[in-house]
Each structure stands twice: as structure tokens, then as C-alpha cells.
């Protein structure tokens, strides 16, 4: 059986193609984490926003697992690199328009088979209840 690829780095893209043909500007809310590099100075709560707009980066690459690009803080070029998986939201700056994304937690990557494990041996642990219904949330 072929694996199901995640739809985050898709709607992403969409996001972000939609918000260039409007004019808009592109941002992204992420979670910062170890692999996340972006300039630390700019991090507050954990957490910070970046914008993706073609004015304000440069070799932007958005991938199925990281999104790349080169871009200006204080004047200082810096080369900045994003999980998919880290990606809280995507939204235009001018009319708060876009999508949220539910970060995977621990408790969700447990189920997941781990390197050497058969699938059985996965699915022989409990399903975590579902936490409810996705949610939206306006970032600005």
C-alpha cells in the first residue's frame, strides 16, 4: 500500500500562491524547535512569524518536509530553514485570510511504526481518542 503524504506542505504552497496573485503578503506562524534555524533574537514565546513574501526573501523553497530561504533581519542576510511539521498557520498580513495547522504532538507520533517495528506490532497498541474537531484560528 502506497503512504498517504501529508496535505500540509500542499496547502502551503496554495496559500501561498493564492496570497502573491492577490497582491497580499504571505506570512508563517512557526513553532520553534531544534530543528527549526531562523534568527533566535526574533523568537518570542517560542514562536515566531515570518514573512515569505517574494520581496522579502530570496531562493524561497517550500518542500514537503522544509521550507528554505534567505532573508533580511536588521540588515543582515540570514539563511532561514522551517519543518513543514513546525508550520502553525499560513495568512495575509492585509486581510488576516489563510489557514491553521494542528501541530503533531508526542502522543500523535507514538502510534507511528518506528524504524524496525512491523506495522502489526503498531497497530497492536490503543487508538488515542480523537481531541475533537480541527479548529481555525486568525492569526495577525
Known sequence: ????????????????????DSGQSPYIAVKVDAQTRVPPEHVKDGEIV???????TRNLKIDNDLIRFSARFNGVSREIAVPVAAVKG????????????QLATQSDTENEPQPGQSESDAASKPAEPTRGRAKLQIVK
Open 1 to 20: 500500500m502506497k503512504e498517504t503524504l501529508p496535505t500540509t506542505p500542499y496547502l502551503i504552497r496554495a496559500i501561498y500562491e493564492w496570497c502573491c
Open 50 to 56: 515570518l514573512n515569505i513574501s517574494p520581496d522579502a
Open 90 to 101: 499560513i495568512f495575509a498580513r492585509e486581510s488576516g485570510q489563510g489557514l491553521a495547522f
